[in-house]
DNA sequence: GTTGAGCGTT
C-alpha cells in the first residue's frame, strides 16, 4: 500500500520521491531524511491556485484524500529557514540581512533530549542529530554505577539555526520519538529574552500600521497589539529579543507624540513567578519604578528578583534608574545563563541573602514614595495584556469597565503576604494577577 | 537483569 510521493524543496524544482508507510501516511522523519530540517509539506491547490498546508499530526504527515494523489509538493521549513531563498531573499530586502543577522548571533543552548531508548549512545545521538547542523555537544546521561541510561541527554549546536531546526520537530532516535527542547534550567534566561516590548503613552490616532512601520527600521516587526478601547500603550514584538532589549529605556516620537518603551511583563504565570519571585507563587509586583506619569501599567521588568533581593538596600525603587541600564544587565545575564557561563549571579534567588521573613520569603519591598496617579477604587493591577496575545492591531482585548481598562480584575488576588500597603498606595500598578497561561506573550 | 516522566556528579 505504501506509495512515493513527489516533493520539492520549492515550488518547481525537481521533484524527489519520498515513500509512504503502510497505512498511507508520511513520516516526518522520513521527509527529514531527505530535507533536513523539514516541517511540513504544502502543495498548490489546481482548483483554488492556493497552497495547502498537510495535516501533520504525531510527526505523520496525512495525505490531502483518499491518498497523495499526483501533486507535487513543496517542504514547509521553520519560519524563514528556507534555506535556499535565504540567500537571495537577504540580499534583497534588508529587513531580512537585518533579521538574518540577528538570528546568526543568536546564541545557542544546550538542549535537552527527552525519551531516548535505554540503548541509545552518544555516538547514536550525534549521527542522529548532526543532520541538522555542527554539533559541539552530545550527553547521555547516565547511571555513574550502572553505566545505564536514564533516558535523557544533552545536545548543543554550534549555529542558532541548526537549533531552530532541531526543537521544530519531534525526533524518532533508535524506535523512539524524542523531544528536544529548552532545558529548564534555562528558563529563566529564556524569559528575560523578551521579544516583546510595552510601548507607553500612545496616542489614539497611532494605529498599529503606524507603529508596525515604525518600529520595522529596527528590526522584524511580528506583532503589533493596541488594546481597545483606547488604554494609551500598545505592545510589540520583534523577530528576535535582541532588537526589543536594545529598545528598552528609550523614548520615541511617533506621530509627534514621545512614546516610552520598556520590556513587556510576562503574562502571569506561575511557574516564572515562583522560579523569579519566590513568593508562594503569588505575584508581587511592587512598581518599584512605577510609573509616574505616563508610566507603565505594567510593571516591566521590576520583578526578576530585583526588588525582593536588593530592593531596600539599593533604592532602587526611588533612583529612577534607567530601565536601558537594567535592561543592558538583564540582557548579559540571559545571554551568560544561555551559554552556561554563569549562573544567576546578582539577579539570583533570593533564599540565600534575601530577607527572609516569617515564612520564608524574601521580603518584598514597597516603593510607597510614589504618587498614585490616579486614584481608582479597586485595589489591585489589572494587567491590561491578561486579555490575548491576539491578532495584529486589533484583537479585542479584554478591556472592560473602570477608567482606561485598568481597573478590572478577573482573576484571584493573591494575599500577598509581605507587600506593604501597596493596595492604598499604588492602587492599579502594584501587582498582578495570578491569572495561568503560557508566559510570555 | 526492571522503567518512560523528567531536567545536567564534572
Redesign the pocket.
Given at each position: 500500500m505504501s506509495q512515493y510521493v513527489h516533493v520539492s524543496e520549492n515550488e518547481g524544482d525537481e521533484p524527489m520521491e519520498i515513500p509512504t508507510e503502510e497505512d498511507g501516511t508520511l513520516l516526518l522523519t522520513t521527509l527529514s531524511a531527505q530535507f533536513p530540517g523539514a516541517c511540513g509539506l504544502k502543495y498548490r491547490n489546481q482548483e483554488t491556485g492556493t497552497l495547502r498546508g498537510i495535516r501533520l499530526s504525531d510527526g505523520r504527515l496525512y495525505p490531502p484524500d483518499v491518498d497523495w494523489g499526483r501533486h507535487v509538493y513543496i517542504v514547509v521549513f521553520p519560519k524563514g529557514e528556507n534555506s535556499k531563498e535565504n540567500s537571495t531573499r537577504a540580499s534583497e530586502s534588508s529587513l531580512s540581512v537585518k533579521s538574518y543577522r540577528r538570528l546568526d548571533r543568536q546564541k545557542c543552548?544546550?538542549l535537552?533530549v527527552?525519551?531516548?531508548?535505554?540503548k541509545s549512545t552518544e555516538e547514536d545521538l550525534r549521527k542522529y542529530f548532526q543532520q541538522f547542523g555542527e554539533l559541539l555537544?552530545v550527553?547521555v546521561?547516565k547511571d555513574?554505577k550502572?553505566g545505564?541510561?536514564?533516558?535523557?541527554g544533552?545536545v548543543?549546536f554550534a549555529d542558532y539555526e541548526s537549533q531552530l531546526k532541531c526543537m521544530a520537530q519531534r525526533h524518532m532516535i533508535d524506535g523512539?520519538w524524542c523531544d528536544v527542547?529548552i532545558?529548564?534550567?534555562?528558563e529563566g534566561a529564556q524569559q528575560m529574552m523578551n521579544r516583546k516590548v510595552f510601548v507607553g503613552r500612545c496616542t489614539e490616532d497611532m494605529t498599529a500600521d503606524d507603529l508596525r512601520n515604525y518600529f520595522s527600521k529596527y528590526g522584524e516587526v511580528v506583532d503589533v497589539f493596541i488594546p481597545k478601547p483606547f488604554r494609551a500603550f500598545a505592545f510589540v514584538s520583534f523577530a528576535d529579543a535582541e532588537t526589543a532589549q536594545s529598545l528598552c529605556g528609550e523614548d520615541h516620537i511617533i506621530k509627534g507624540a514621545s512614546v516610552h518603551i520598556s520590556g513587556a511583563a510576562p503574562k502571569a504565570n506561575e511557574k516564572f513567578d515562583r522560579r523569579m519571585v519566590p513568593n508562594h507563587g503569588h505575584v508581587a509586583y511592587q512598581g518599584s519604578w512605577g510609573p509616574g506619569r505616563g508610566g507603565n501599567p505594567n510593571p516591566a521588568n521590576t520583578n526578576m528578583g530585583m526588588n525582593a533581593s536588593m530592593g531596600s538596600n539599593m533604592g532602587i525603587g526611588n533612583l529612577g534608574l534607567n530601565a536601558l541600564q537594567l535592561n543592558h544587565a538583564m540582557l548579559a545575564a540571559a545571554q551568560a545563563v544561555l551559554s552556561?557561563q554563569t549562573g544567576w549571579g546578582p539577579l539570583g534567588l533570593t533564599h540565600q541573602s534575601g530577607n527572609p521573613t516569617t515564612n520564608g520569603d524574601p521580603l518584598v519591598v514597597a516603593t510607597t514614595t510614589q504618587a498614585a496617579p490616579h486614584t481608582i477604587s479597586t485595589s489591585y493591577a489589572p494587567a491590561p495584556m491578561a486579555t490575548s496575545n491576539g491578532a495584529v492591531g486589533t484583537a479585542g482585548g479584554g478591556a472592560s469597565n473602570s477608567f482606561l481598562g485598568w481597573g478590572s480584575q478577573t482573576a484571584e488576588m493573591p494575599p500577598v503576604p509581605h507587600t506593604v500597603a501597596t493596595s492604598q498606595q499604588v492602587p492599579n500598578w502594584g501587582s498582578m494577577p495570578a491569572k495561568a497561561g503560557s508566559g510570555w506573550n
Open positions: 543552548s544546550d535537552i527527552l525519551g531516548l531508548p535505554w555537544m550527553q546521561k555513574p550502572s545505564q541510561s536514564k533516558g535523557f544533552f548543543r523512539r527542547r532545558p529548564n534550567s534555562k552556561s
